[in-house]
């Protein structure tokens, strides 16, 4: 992968800081990034990568033979993390280093003149939640560790303009610094919905008794449903997919937390065994099933990232933090407070199975920060909700029906009506 944009993109700033920041850049376009770095004088080095976490959250260790003494920044277009280092001699593992979940490309290499970079590409804009540089325990050298979670470019860029005004002409943050990755206020933001129609591409999810496939109803319940939602002026919608594409789990979580979004909607339409069973199902995340039907069709709905050969691995040896924890379990309630309130509309309009806000495990409502629910609108095994689910009629009035109780969430929400 050449480096011939890298300091073109940086011109998007404008003023001192592409001067300063991008002048190295410059050089460092004209050098050959390679994992064999020459032979230098006694070099730092870099003895392993690791890499894990999702297209949500990754938590990433680089194992030095020394203390390294770094400096960090963040670059945009693309979104990147660039750590400097003397120079350093690069005996990585190429399978380590393989791109994955948040992190689009792990590049490194010299700079020229006893200096080394490693540069980390978002797959999108991201936050760098820590950067610390650690003594291993068992005396073992040291290691970097760097905990990196999905953003957005707004929050991405609030912290680039902080890192400018804090860091001077160095441009660089202080090694145990923190670049300003904590709450943003952000005075122009509307009530943002983000819509998720569920499956796409490869996965088709689930199929009807008449051939309807599921991935198609969804996507076209879901464009009505931004439509009418974003008719009311009030919102800011978004899809996560608008044609036939497959779609990570997490990166379906990912486009939520880059949109800043106030709530998730994730459509899908399920089949069962049992073909007597019908109406539509609103589900909240948990760690415990509400029912096992429930724990079935998370289980079903979570086996998606297997389509397009995705291995299947839980990376949930999370930070402990106990601020995330708080938010987590603040918006698990608003969750909570709006498939209740879901259900109630959709009762006035659309048939519900007995019970019908349940929870279980579902992969695609774990944004920590984003009130998450899932919609499954009906059963594709049952004939009468098959042809529900293609008429026009009924669409309108489930739309109508998700949109009221949008409403009535986000004015509760912000307290004086929506879109405040
Ligand atoms: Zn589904």
Redesign the pocket.
């Known amino acids: 992968m050449g480096l011939a944009g890298f300091a073109d993109k940086g011109r998007h700033h404008g003023g001192w800081f592409f001067r300063t920041v991008c002048l190295p850049s410059l050089i460092l376009a004209c050098l050959v990034f390679s994992p064999l770095s020459r032979a230098a004088d006694a070099p730092l080095g870099a003895t392993s990568y690791k890499m894990a976490g999702d297209a949500t959250k990754m938590r990433i260790v680089i194992n030095f033979d020394r203390e390294p003494d770094i400096k960090w920044f963040l670059l945009r277009g693309p979104n990147r993390l660039v750590i400097d280092l003397p120079a350093t001699r690069f005996a990585l593992n190429a399978k380590d280093v393989k791109p994955r979940g948040l992190v689009r490309a792990v590049r490194y290499g010299e700079l020229g003149e006893g200096k080394s970079r490693l540069i980390l590409t978002g797959k999108g804009p991201f936050a760098v939640d820590n950067l610390d540089v650690l003594k291993n325990g068992d005396g073992n050298g040291y290691r970097i560790a760097i905990d990196m979670s999905a953003a957005s470019q707004r929050e991405f860029d609030a912290a680039l303009a902080n890192q400018a005004l804090t860091t001077g002409s160095t441009v660089s943050a202080d090694k145990a610094g923190r670049v300003g990755t904590g709450p943003v206020s952000n005075p122009g933001h509307r009530f943002t919905v983000v819509v998720d129609p569920?499956?796409g591409g490869i996965d088709g999810?689930?199929e009807g008794l008449n051939g309807t496939v599921?991935k198609n109803v969804?996507l076209a319940f879901a464009m009505e449903l931004r439509d009418k939602l974003a008719a009311s002026g009030k919102y800011d919608v978004f899809l996560t997919r608008e044609t036939d594409e497959f779609l990570r789990l997490d990166d379906r979580v990912r486009i939520a937390r880059q949109h800043e979004a106030d709530l998730l909607i994730s459509i899908?339409?399920?089949t069962i065994s049992l073909k007597g069973i019908r109406g539509a199902t609103v589900y909240t995340v948990s760690d415990k099933a509400s029912d096992p039907e429930a724990q079935a069709l998370a289980d079903?709905?979570n086996l998606?990232d297997q389509f397009a050969g995705m291995e299947i691995k839980d990376d949930s040896k999370e930070v402990t933090d106990i601020l995330i924890d708080l938010i987590r379990r603040e918006t698990h309630n608003f969750s909570m407070s709006f498939a209740h309130t879901l259900v109630g509309q959709l009762s006035t309009s659309v048939g519900l199975i007995n019970n019908p806000q349940r929870s279980a495990g579902f992969k695609v409502l774990k944004a920590p920060d984003v009130p998450s629910v899932l919609v499954?609108l009906g059963y594709l095994s049952n004939a009468k909700d098959e042809a529900q689910l293609l008429s026009a009629d009924w669409r309108n009035k489930a739309t109508q029906s998700i949109t009221n109780a949008v409403a009535l969430f986000a004015s509760a929400r912000s307290g004086t009506g929506a879109g405040g």
Do not use: C, L, N, P
Request: hydrophobic share 15%; aromatic share 0%.
């Open positions: 569920g499956h999810g689930a599921e969804t899908h339409a399920d079903r709905e998606s499954e």
